[in-house]
T-cell receptor, first 112, second 115 residues
Framework: GDSVTQMEGPVTLSEEAFLTINCTYT??????LFWYVQYPGEGLQLLLK?????DKGSNKGFEATYRKETTSFHLEKGSVQVSDSAVYFC???????????FGAGTRLFVKA | EAGVAQSPRYKIIEKRQSVAFWCNPI?????LYWYQQILGQGPKLLIQ????????DSQLPKDRFSAERLKGVDSTLKIQPAKLEDSAVYLC?????????????FGPGTRLTVT
């Protein structure tokens, strides 16, 4: 069945460092891909998404490109801030488009 | 606009007791989801409603879990009797339509501890 695998955390970075959180997926068909973020004490919220191959999703300085050839959707940010400390979830919509499957999440700590 | 509301935010019960969680989705959202998020894992879908009908409940442990959305608006998830392994955060989410290509809007969750 469809699945999402993302790098284990926690990831600890200093402010202004470059961030990459790896995400790969297994799916039949052409799923949509998402990154959700969960800030401390808050619910999950959509960070960005891409609906077809080679699309780039971007928001708040974060970017991810839908790579069909490598079945990946890695999250990147050029310069992280303390306020980016959160748990990041990679997700895909299944081939039928009715169910979202989440990865296990990667916790990011950014130090001042 | 108001977000997805959930209550209670926290609940502690003993095993074999029963518990109920409530969710009110964003106004006008036809699709409502209940997820279980165990510590260190991603959310796992328990049940999905389209208006007041069930679309998917394949991962709902039906011997102890039940859910309803009687008027196609708010929803209740119940566990009876609870087990230790039910300790988790229960998330409710909603979308305007039934396809997963759209952003899901999540509530703050209910943290359940079963002792």
């Amino acid at each position: 069945g469809d699945s999402v695998t993302q790098m284990e955390g926690p990831v600890t970075l200093s402010e202004e460092a470059f961030l990459t959180i790896n995400c790969t997926y297994t799916a039949t068909g052409y799923p949509s891909l998402f990154w959700y973020v969960q800030y401390p004490g808050e619910g999950l919220q959509l960070l960005l998404k891409a609906t077809k191959a080679d699309d780039k999703g971007s928001n708040k300085g974060f970017e991810a490109t839908y790579r069909k050839e490598t079945t990946s959707f890695h999250l990147e940010k050029g310069s992280v801030q303390v306020s980016d400390s959160a748990v990041y979830f990679c997700a895909l919509s299944d081939s039928g488009g009715f169910k979202t499957i989440f990865g296990a999440g990667t916790r990011l700590f950014v130090k001042a | 606009e108001a977000g997805v509301a959930q209550s209670p935010r926290y609940k502690i019960i003993e095993k074999r007791q029963s518990v109920a969680f409530w969710c009110n989705p964003i106004s006008g959202h036809a699709t409502l989801y209940w997820y279980q998020q165990i510590l260190g894992q991603g959310p796992k879908l328990l049940i999905q409603f389209q208006n007041n009908g069930v679309v998917d409940d394949s991962q709902l442990p039906k011997d102890r879990f039940s859910a309803e959305r009687l008027k196609g608006v708010d929803s209740t998830l119940k566990i009876q009797p609870a087990k230790l392994e039910d300790s988790a955060v229960y998330l409710c989410a909603s979308t305007p339509t039934g396809t997963a290509d759209y952003e899901q809007y999540f509530g703050p969750g209910t943290r359940l501890t079963v002792t």
